[in-house]
């Protein structure tokens, strides 16, 4: 679809913290992978989400960004996301984040891309307020049509 931007690729055998060489254990691998197109929404995203049936969370990918701007971008869409889909106002987002939030570095390949990932189990979470809202949805949840 134009426009999805929408990259699956580059499998790993094995892979250090961060891929800080820009390589790894490099590998063919057959995968499996679901994607919701979800037309209209009123909720777009602005980073990857990126849920399990355990967890949810957001990657801060920005291209060419430093190392402390994804942190920041992705914590940002992680508040939104418990605010709109948790109804969490923002200050308990913020405690929830701070108490809870695991942050993992996935890439730090100097003079090219640096990304990570912030997410929260979902055990920590209340139930959504918005069951038709496109973010947060685990296995086996559909968007509302």
């Avoid at 094995?14 to 209209?40: F, K």
């Avoid at 602005?46 to 190392?67: F, K, Q, R, Y």
Wanted: with cysteine.
């Amino acid at each position: 679809m134009p426009g999805g931007l929408l990259f699956i690729g580059d499998v790993h055998a094995r892979m250090g913290d961060a891929e800080i060489t820009g390589t790894a254990l490099e590998t063919s691998a057959d995968v499996s992978v679901e994607v919701r197109l979800m037309r209209g929404s009123e909720h777009p995203l602005t980073m990857p989400h990126v849920d399990s049936a355990a967890s949810i969370g957001v990657v801060g990918c920005t291209e060419g960004a430093d190392l402390e701007t994804n942190p920041e971008t992705a914590m940002v869409e992680l508040q939104n996301r418990l605010c709109g889909q948790y109804g969490l106002a923002p200050v308990d987002a913020n405690e929830l984040m701070g108490a809870v939030a695991k942050v993992n570095i996935n890439q730090c390949v100097p003079q090219w891309w640096k990304s990570m990932y912030a997410g929260i189990d979902r055990r920590f979470l209340p139930p959504p307020q918005q069951p038709g809202y496109p973010r947060g949805q685990a296995e086996g949840e559909h968007a509302a049509a």
